[in-house]
């Protein structure tokens, strides 16, 4: 088989490399995966169908990657303390896809956590199939405080009877009651999901409260702190019965765990992708590690710093402070700067963050009032708190001097040059 090379996609991988080595990377969804992670993924167990789960695929020769599933969902087991895992998931909305499918029908109730106060968009959003195939409600923060009231969401939940309450944010930047919210589902006779794609690193690490302990079902992605390739998985601290009565058809109650693994395969997804599941295997090996330790506890010190020097400049930082490695901000108190304003004009000086909007915005998605910042990618690069409240400075430079070009280029400049300290992939 020869074919030629396609230079034009290879350049423009090496241009993605060059933007991502020159640039401040502040996107709390992203991070930079090892060598060792990107290296399994580009491998032929790309080229292998392999449905089903481990010793039960529906097609030949899966012995090998049968292995390699099985090392991903036990290092995962390991990782977060779990008695059951799937690690096919492609994404963290294809494993919370997975779950409503297994433990719910068309039409059902949902509550879930707003998404203009930090959710996310397949927790009920109208534009998501988890708005359109169940009827959804939510809960949201308090506007003084910034934080979720739980007697708040005690009573969406009394008035709205949901089958399934989730929990867990892609812009929430504190702990979440698991205990209080599993008291309130159980009141209800709910189930519990925590989608915990965000802070999954800090969880895994014993640096926040572990949803396992009281959620039915927890969803991650493993891109994000857990710094592995892009994919999802669900987990189950402890199996258990199907508790809405769903019977084989030979008469026996299902077991979560069986419901859930249809949910994923034949419910919403086909193939698993075997080169990403070996991706994962590798990362779940790295998040045990010393130094995976040293680094998660360093990303949510970062943070904490990043907030503080954020506040200490005048920026109101939703919550007043942040729990995990992100942090939202409201940019109403530096005057008329929208998120899509400080977000066009930190990219010109190669900063990246993403317009986000914040509880109770009166602006639309695509403006924002608000920008959401994260320290997983920069904490990879080596940056401590000394460079955070650099990183501060600078953002705060930018915005205060948006349309003075000739600044913003020299601030790039100095971007660029002082990420050549903290070195990546090359
Ligand atoms: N795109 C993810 C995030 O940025 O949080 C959510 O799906």
């Not at 997983?376 to 940056?383: E, L």
């Not at 953002?395 to 100095?414: A, F, T």
Request: hydrophobic letters at 40%.
């Amino acid at each position: 088989m020869i074919m030629l090379r396609d230079q034009i996609v290879f350049d423009l991988i090496q241009k993605e490399l060059d933007r991502q080595e020159d640039g401040l990377e502040l996107i709390a969804s992203e991070n930079f995966a090892s060598k060792q992670v990107i290296e399994a993924m580009g491998t032929v167990l790309t080229n292998k169908y392999a449905e089903g789960l481990p010793g039960k695929r529906y097609y030949g020769g899966c012995e090998v990657v049968d292995e390699i599933e099985n090392i991903a969902r036990d290092r995962a087991k390991e990782l977060f303390g779990a008695e059951w895992v799937n690690v096919q998931p492609h994404s963290g909305a294809q494993a919370n896809a997975a779950v409503m499918l297994a433990v719910l029908n068309a039409g059902d109730k949902i509550l879930g956590f707003d998404l203009s106060h930090g959710g996310h968009l397949t927790h009920g959003s109208s534009v998501n199939f988890s708005g359109k195939l169940y009827q959804p409600s939510f809960y949201g923060v308090e506007k003084e405080t910034g934080m979720i009231n739980y007697d708040h969401v005690l009573e969406i939940a009394k008035k709205e009877q949901p089958k399934l309450i989730i929990c867990g944010a892609s812009a929430y930047s504190r702990e979440w009651n698991y205990k209080r919210l599993r008291a309130i589902a159980d009141e209800v006779g709910a189930l519990l999901l925590a989608d915990i794609a965000h802070p999954a690193g800090l969880i895994a690490r014993g640096l926040m409260d572990d949803p396992l302990d009281f959620c039915h079902i927890v969803t991650t992605t493993t891109h994000k702190t857990l710094r592995g390739p892009r994919g999802g998985m669900i987990m189950l601290r402890e199996d258990f019965d199907n508790p809405f009565g769903l019977k084989t058809p030979k008469g026996v109650v299902r077991k979560m765990s069986s419901l859930l693994d249809s949910g994923v395969f034949p419910g919403t997804q086909g193939g698993p992708l075997e080169h990403v599941i070996a991706a994962k295997a590798i990362a779940f090996s790295e998040a045990l590690s010393n130094d995976y330790m040293d680094y998660i506890l360093q990303v949510k010190r970062n943070a904490a710093v990043m907030a503080n020097r954020f506040i200490d400049k005048g920026y109101h930082v939703i919550s007043g402070g942040t729990d995990n490695h992100l942090m939202l901000i409201d940019l109403r108190s530096k005057g008329e700067i929208t998120g899509r304003d400080a977000e066009n004009v930190l990219i010109k000086a190669d900063i990246t963050i993403n317009k986000n909007m914040v509880p109770f915005d009166t602006r639309s998605p695509f403006v924002a009032s608000g920008i959401r910042l994260g320290t997983a990618a920069i904490t990879t690069r080596g940056m401590k708190e000394a460079e955070m409240e650099k990183v501060v400075d600078l953002i705060d430079d930018v915005l205060m001097n948006k349309d003075n070009e000739s600044k913003i280029r020299e601030i790039k400049d100095g971007v660029n040059s002082w990420m050549k300290d903290f070195p990546l992939y090359k």
